[in-house]
């Protein structure tokens, strides 16, 4: 009898386990159905709905011109006695050295998909090799919204999500952020349709679509052009507005200008509402092109040299980077080759210092390690640099050593720092535990001291003649 049971349960399981695998094949044929369903939608929808707009552009966030020349103190002027030993020694913690991969130089065999092509290229000297469905071929060169609704059935039709599942993966295996993660998929659209950038695009568009993305494309009389909305405000590059939404341009290389009357779409693609950003809060793994550099300040009568690496792959990557939000470059992760070297090497100058003095010390090194020169002298527009690019450019300005300093305060000595805004000028503030002579206010309860990186030989609280009596804009860093 109990055997009897045993059978009739086993295939009472057989028969309900045939109903399920019976209804998961019906779910997944209606969302089949159903996403088959919006791509034609969306198909129909590009074939006629197109309007015409006008681009519009950001200028620089700089009211007027910083500076050509900047002032230097002579002679250093020694603070306070009193004051130093007042203020608190600084709460340090061993910077020890991560080790780095080794570099990766050849491609990796991979087994290949059925019905799939396969592509190899360098990114940034990383070798990538990716695969996509055969069935990725267009052959017509025209632009209008007819071959564009034409090239998103092409694409529509082919096993995407595969192809997806690639550039995901490539793009964990190195912490890409959504900048390059869009610079990975528009080098494999080129790629794929032998450098023709039009086709690059559109490919670009229907990924980043797929992945979610709040993307368009729009067209003139000879190019095609990628849009996307972002997280954050971008300077100097063209942008729509579409529905009180702004859409910039992207190019590879990060600058365009303005770019007249394009033609696009106001519709959307269901589910594609993610922002790019260009944010960096995990660093970018560029470990097979370093390089080194030596760097020189004097502290109290004492020369000392750091000696400094960092990625030149990151520093061409950061070539494309048009101007963004102030935090963007606050916030960034920065490399572990730099946090190996720069850190390492100026943990043991400020420890068992006073904050004061750490902070000074600190002051020093940006203020002399570099040669001054303005962004529109140096690059013919205006850059903001990320702490790499600092130490390998022959020259910097105000924001890039704000930077720089406000990464070195934050990682050695754990203090808060923010950005002090002038109109041609930027300088940074530091929460020190005790008072000190000199430029300080109050945000948000709690009282910061000036912090010039750019004002030569100045201590904490010194502040550039020119700007003693200005008003300024606080930038709240992340």
Same mark, same amino acid.
Do not use: C
């Given at each position: 009898m109990f055997r009897f049971i045993l059978v009739l349960?086993?295939?009472?399981?057989?028969?309900?386990?045939d109903?399920?695998?019976?209804?998961l094949k019906t779910q997944s044929s209606q969302y089949s159905l159903y996403k088959k369903s919006l791509d034609e939608e969306f198909s129909d929808m590009l074939k006629k709905d197109w309007e015409e707009f006008k681009s519009m552009s950001t200028p620089s966030p700089y009211k007027k011109a910083k500076p050509i020349i900047i002032p230097a103190i002579k002679k250093p002027i020694k603070f306070p006695i009193k004051e130093i030993k007042e203020s608190p020694i600084v709460i340090t913690e061993p910077i020890k050295k991560t080790i780095i991969p080794k570099p990766k130089q050849i491609v990796q065999k991979v087994k290949l998909i059925k019905d799939f092509d396969n592509t190899s290229f360098k990114f940034y000297s990383n070798p990538i090799t990716i695969q996509y469905d055969k069935k990725t071929i267009f052959q017509t060169n025209?632009?209008?919204?007819?071959?564009?609704?034409?090239?998103?059935?092409?694409?529509?039709?082919?096993?995407?999500?595969?192809?997806?599942?690639?550039?995901?993966?490539?793009? $964990? @295996?190195?912490? *890409?952020?959504?900048?390059?993660?869009?610079? &990975?998929?528009?080098?494999?659209?080129?790629?794929?349709? =032998? %450098?023709?950038?039009n086709k690059a695009n559109l490919f670009t568009w229907f990924i980043l679509v797929k992945m979610n993305f709040d993307t368009k494309v729009g067209y003139n009389s $000879? @190019?095609?052009? *990628?849009?996307?909305?972002?997280?954050?405000? &971008?300077?100097?590059?063209?942008?729509?507005?579409?529905? =009180? %939404?702004?859409?910039?341009?992207?190019?590879?290389n990060g600058k365009i200008g303005n770019v007249g009357s394009i033609y696009t779409y106001a519709g959307e693609y269901p589910k594609a509402k993610k922002m790019l950003s260009f944010t960096l809060f995990e660093e970018i793994k560029f470990y097979n092109n370093l390089q080194n550099k030596s760097l020189s300040f004097n502290y109290e009568g004492k020369l000392h040299t750091i000696n400094t690496q960092y990625s030149l792959d990151l520093i061409d990557f950061y070539k494309t980077f048009p101007q963004s939000d102030y935090n963007i470059y606050f916030s960034t992760k920065?490399?572990?080759?730099?946090?190996?070297?720069?850190?390492?090497k100026l943990a043991p100058l400020v420890k068992g210092k006073s904050e004061i003095e750490a902070v000074n010390l600190l002051l020093r090194f940006v203020q002399t390690s570099f040669k001054y020169k303005t962004d529109q002298k140096q690059f013919n527009y205006e850059k903001v640099m990320f702490p790499e690019e600092t130490i390998n450019y022959p020259y910097s300005d105000c924001e890039d050593r704000s930077i720089l300093f406000s990464y070195l305060v934050k990682s050695l000595l754990n203090l808060d720092v923010i950005g002090v805004k002038y109109n041609d000028h930027l300088a940074t503030a530091v929460a020190l535990s005790s008072k000190v002579t000199g430029a300080n206010f109050k945000y948000k309860g709690t009282r910061y001291t000036i912090s010039d990186p750019t004002y030569i030989n100045a201590n904490v609280g010194m502040v550039m003649t020119q700007y003693q009596n200005s008003k300024f804009k606080v930038i709240s860093l992340r």
């Open positions: 349960l086993f295939i009472a399981s057989l028969a309900i386990a109903d399920y695998q019976e209804w025209e632009i209008n919204k007819s071959s564009i609704s034409s090239f998103w059935d092409m694409m529509s039709q082919t096993n995407y999500k595969k192809l997806i599942t690639q550039i995901e993966s490539n793009s $964990n @295996r190195l912490n *890409l952020n959504d900048w390059a993660k869009y610079q &990975l998929i528009h080098k494999l659209g080129l790629n794929i349709f =032998n %450098k023709e950038n $000879n @190019r095609i052009y *990628l849009m996307s909305t972002m997280q954050h405000s &971008l300077y100097q590059v063209s942008f729509f507005t579409l529905k =009180n %939404k702004k859409y910039y341009i992207l190019t590879p920065n490399s572990t080759p730099l946090s190996n070297s720069i850190l390492v």
